[in-house]
């Protein structure tokens, strides 16, 4: 079983346990702030359900129907997490309109309170593990998972600290007037998601600091070549699609300007993981005298 895979299965893990810890928060003080954040806890489950089927699928090679791979899948993943916090956001505000037409006092609220706080704890360790992880193994399902857990650990402090507010005070319509905060950072939060996870559906070039990178591992590399240029790159999940036209001298050998290719494609890959690199090898004539200079 893959890295991604583990991690996975654990954010479901995760996602069941602290949905149970929050749910007996909300139970024992009838607060609908906690409520809002109990119920986000529920798109956490469905989403990691999500995230591990995507992840699995995404791991699949190449077949005659997908010869690019399955990579994309996780990014259907992280739209649907996307669209399912917006979803969670429309709930709460609905429960909150209805208890700030009806405010009532809350039971417990300080036990309620605590055990709220330690499932928050587990979520934010989770969060950092998966944000991490995300990161280091270029999975977007992961990363969409971490940034929605990381909402979701800010809202349980400010609930906490509303909470907590309402029962110091005495104010009891602070309780619904908080969870509606909390559900407007939640809207936030899946904006985010959808919006990443749409750039890589719609094949959005990668960073420049990337491309930059990019452009010196060929100019390093393409000793022998005149010129590159028209260098384009996309992620697609974790692989890295990279292509770009070298220009060589027209005299060249086949054999000469294959070599050259070889050398600049085993450092790309060398440097970037699950990297894909196509070049198209161009005469002399077809200079541009731009992009990428040979060094």
Same mark, same amino acid.
């Given at each position: ?24 928060? *909300? ?12 119920? $986000? ?43 399912? /916090? ?10 909150? *309109? ?11 609220? *300080?036990? +309620?309170? +605590? ?10 360790? *989770? ?18 998972? +971490? ?5 979701? #650990? #800010? ?48 094949? $959005? ?12 591992? /060929? ?40 070599? /050259?290719?070889?050398?600049?494609? +085993? ?9 894909? #690199? ?18």
């Amino acid at each position: 079983m893959s890295k991604a895979m583990k991690i996975a299965y654990g954010s479901l893990f995760v996602g069941v346990l602290v949905l149970g810890i929050k749910t007996l928060a *909300w139970w024992m003080t009838g607060s609908v702030a906690l409520f809002s954040d109990a119920l $986000e806890s529920t798109v956490n489950v469905a989403t990691a359900i999500a995230v591990l089927l995507a992840v699995g699928y995404a791991q699949r090679p190449a077949d005659d129907d997908h010869p690019f791979g399955h990579h994309k899948a996780e990014y259907f993943s992280a739209v649907l997490e996307g669209v399912m /916090i917006v979803i969670a956001a429309f709930v709460i505000l609905q429960a909150a *309109w209805a208890a700030l037409r009806d405010p009532v006092a809350l039971s417990e609220p *300080w036990a +309620g309170l +605590g055990v709220n706080l330690f499932a928050s704890a587990i979520n934010g360790g *989770w969060c950092v593990l998966l944000l991490r992880q995300g990161r280091a193994l270029r999975s977007p399902a992961l990363a969409a998972d +971490g940034r929605h857990l990381l909402s979701d #650990v #800010v809202s349980s402090v400010g609930v906490a600290v509303g909470v907590a507010a309402a029962v110091l005070t005495g104010l009891h319509w602070l309780d619904p007037v908080l969870a509606a905060f909390v559900a407007l950072n939640i809207l936030w939060s899946g904006w985010s998601v959808i919006r990443s996870s749409v750039g890589g559906l719609m094949d $959005e070039s990668v960073p420049e600091e990337d491309l930059a990178r990019m452009r010196s591992l /060929i100019s390093a590399n393409a000793r022998g070549a005149v010129e590159a240029h028209d260098l384009r790159a996309r992620h697609a999940g974790a692989a890295t699609f990279v292509d770009f036209h070298l220009v060589v001298p027209s005299e060249m050998t086949v054999e000469a300007a294959h070599d /050259i290719c070889d050398r600049i494609e +085993g450092a790309l890959k060398e440097d970037i993981a699950q990297c894909t #690199v196509t070049i198209h090898v161009e005469p002399d004539h077809k200079a541009k005298h731009e992009g990428i200079v040979v060094l």
